[in-house]
């Protein structure tokens, strides 16, 4: 089995309509302060695919500006993505320039 995901440049798709008007899909990111072990908590698979659709968005047609900040916002979807109340914020650097 596989699978094309297509990501617009537009990105009308991301996040997808199920997680979009279902804020049962989100995800909490927590730290573990013993060992600095990062947790991505995902309470659906459509969560992680649109999570991970923002960031292919990013890489293919981001602004470039670092970093790339997801955060809780009274359960509103921010960079693709609902994170819980709890969560911790997560920022994400890369390049501005492809290699």
């Not at 899909?25 to 459509?46: G, I």
């Not at 009274?74 to 920022?91: A, E, Q």
């Amino acid at each position: 089995m596989s699978y094309l995901i297509e990501i617009s440049e537009d990105a009308d798709d991301i996040p997808c309509d199920e997680v979009l008007n279902n804020s049962q899909h989100n995800l909490n990111v927590t730290s573990d302060e013993d060992n600095s072990d990062v947790h991505l908590k995902f309470s659906s698979r459509e969560a992680m695919r649109d999570f991970a659709k923002s960031i292919l968005h990013e890489s293919y047609y981001g602004s470039g500006v670092n970093p790339m900040e997801l955060y809780p916002l009274d359960s509103s979807i921010v960079g693709g993505v609902r994170l819980t109340d709890k969560s911790n914020r997560v920022f994400i650097w890369y390049p501005k320039n492809s290699i």
